[in-house]
């Protein structure tokens, strides 16, 4: 069992730069893959960066490929997604999220896939 929790979140202008983070507590991350998800209001929650902490695989949307980094810290038990180059649409709830399935390339941007789930930290990029 592993418990997330979001922080880093807030208002930047549009073209700056945001980093959050996802603290772990319980089973160290390292039994884990790790993913990035947002929602915005009114819309369905989305993949946003994935993570294989054992292997290294790392994945990304489309929509910010480029713009974004997800990294690990595992000595704080902490993952990261730097966002750069943010616009208004980057503007939702940001979630992060552990599964433990085997076969993460084929599963790392399905939600049901994953088991734990932090609250949330909201961006709000001004435009």
């Known amino acids: 069992q592993v418990q997330l929790v979001e922080s880093g979140g807030g208002l930047v202008q549009a073209g700056g730069s945001l980093r959050l983070s996802c603290a772990a507590s319980?089973?160290?991350?390292?039994?884990?893959?790790m993913g990035w998800f947002r929602q915005a209001p009114g819309k369905e929650r989305d993949f946003v960066a994935a993570?294989?902490?054992?292997?290294?695989?790392?994945y990304y949307s489309d929509s910010v490929k480029g713009r974004f980094t997800i990294s690990s810290d595992n000595a704080k038990n902490t993952v990261y997604l730097q966002m750069t180059s943010l616009n208004a649409e980057d503007t939702a709830v940001y979630y992060c999220?552990?599964?433990?399935?085997?076969?993460?390339?084929?599963?790392?941007?399905?939600?049901?896939?994953?088991?734990?789930w932090g609250q949330g930290t909201q961006v709000t990029v001004s435009s």
């Open positions: 993570l294989s902490w054992s292997g290294g695989n790392i």
């Open positions: 319980g089973r160290a991350f390292r039994w884990y893959n």
């Open positions: 999220a552990a599964g433990n399935y085997q076969y993460f390339s084929a599963w790392y941007s399905e939600q049901n896939k994953y088991a734990y």
